[in-house]
Nanobody, 123 residues
């Protein structure tokens, strides 16, 4: 199993920045993709960003973003520390949500989830 713990949420003004971090522990060798999802009140959970856990020297890290956050959010990882981060800039009210870190594992898909961290953008 893989355990995930997020940190870094909070209240920020519109146009501000926040950085979320997620620490993975346990069977991290089973991870092939890490991602950030969010869920706003009354809305479905959506994937915000994702990247390969190990990367590939030829094909890269296979990073992808939701259209709504492209150019504003950046996902990154530190394999030595088993962490993945989400740098969020130019935050908008629409970014207000609970953000979840998730790991896709070999053989079981998006099966490991963090507890979630609240991000609130005030106008």
């Amino acid at each position: 199993q893989v355990q995930l713990v997020e940190s870094g949420g909070g209240l920020v003004q519109r146009g501000g920045s926040l950085r979320l971090s997620c620490a993975a522990s346990g069977d991290t060798f089973r991870i092939y993709t890490m991602g950030w999802f969010r869920q706003a009140p009354g809305k479905e959970r959506e994937r915000v960003a994702a990247m390969d856990w190990n990367g590939d020297p030829i094909n890269g890290d296979n990073i992808n973003y939701a259209d709504s956050v492209k150019g504003r959010f950046t996902i990154s990882r530190d394999n030595a520390k088993n962490t993945v981060s989400l740098q969020m800039n130019s935050l908008e009210s629409e970014d207000t949500a609970v953000y979840y870190c998730a790991a896709a594992l070999y053989g079981s898909g998006w099966s490991s989830w963090g507890q979630g961290t609240q991000v609130t953008v005030s106008s």
